[in-house]
């Protein structure tokens, strides 16, 4: 089956083509950071009139790159949810408008089952079951995966998300959004053990994150460490690895909990964060010494993309799931909710 996927939930159009036997045939994505970058953050109005330019040449430079036409279009599979709700609309009225007049069948993906199943684009995909880390600009969550829709929620942030508290730190440096990058690049000029940032929530038991406090503490070290325009360059490199190695050492330390809870051997890391090096590199120590292995996706699969969607739709295609005849936009939407591959389809939604 050969799937057209489609990301807007955000501030990245992705679109992608993926064939069920013979794999990934082409993608592209537009990033609108640069035109976000101005206000410090997506603005969602922005977002939404974006996607809708580049949505449709997107889908034809993928077509292009696979070397077909729309006529080839199987099935179709885009961004239901969660995201902003603008940026989702334009994403389902393409897909649903592209489904009718090509007479394919069309479904409606979690975007962060997406994310989660990105590994599986990788030549070495991870078996079920295992233990997923989701980190994103949203989402910090530890969930037991024994298959596809088969999700338990093991622990998740109580407040910010991990990719929230890189772009909040990233502000407090005066560095441009989206922050995650850019820290991660000024912390790899610092030097370790200037600063110490608090490890929260790894001193008592559970899953459960917080990273709100972590933002505080940053706020309170620059704060002393001078005026943020005044900050010496080798002070904000030393702040941004000490914030970086809080928060990799406490995902790991959750990471490992869970695991040995579980007894699974296969952790997966997915979202955005999951890019950042020095967290591949903690999770890949944690694990080796453990006798477990860690998966991730290509760095460019780890942050929005089409290709995900169009993976993920075409697991639940196949199997046979797809929309009624209503575009599907959900801003909030446990993925706990979904059903598992082969029960029938109900998104916790009204249909
Ligand atoms: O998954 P994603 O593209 O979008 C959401 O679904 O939220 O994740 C974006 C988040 C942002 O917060 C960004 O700062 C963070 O991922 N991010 C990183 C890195 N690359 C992206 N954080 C740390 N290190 C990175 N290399
Ligand atoms: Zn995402």
Partial sequence: MLVLGIETSCDETGVALYHSERGLLGHALFSQVGMHADYGGVVPE?????????????????????????????????????????ALMVGGSVAHALALALDVPVLGVHHMEGHLLAPMLEPTPPAFPFVALLVSGGHTQLVQVDGIGEYRMLGESVDDAAGEAFDKTAKMLGLDYPGGPRVAALAAQGRSGRYRFPRPMTDRPGLDFSFSGLKTFTLNTVTAAGEAGTLDEQVKADIALAFEEAVVDTLMIKCRRALEASGCERLVIAGGVSANRRLRAALEAMTAKRGASVFYARPEFCTDNGAMIAYAGC???LAGQRDGDRIIAVPRWPMDTLPALAEPRQHGLVD
Avoid at 52 to 74: F, N, W, Y
């Fill in 46 to 86: 922005l977002a939404s009139r974006d996607h809708v330019r580049k949505l449709l040449p997107l889908c034809d430079e993928v077509l292009a790159q696979a070397g077909l036409t729309r006529s080839a279009i199987e099935a179709i599979a885009y961004t239901a949810g969660p995201g902003l709700i603008g």
């Fill in 315 to 317: 697991q639940r295609l």
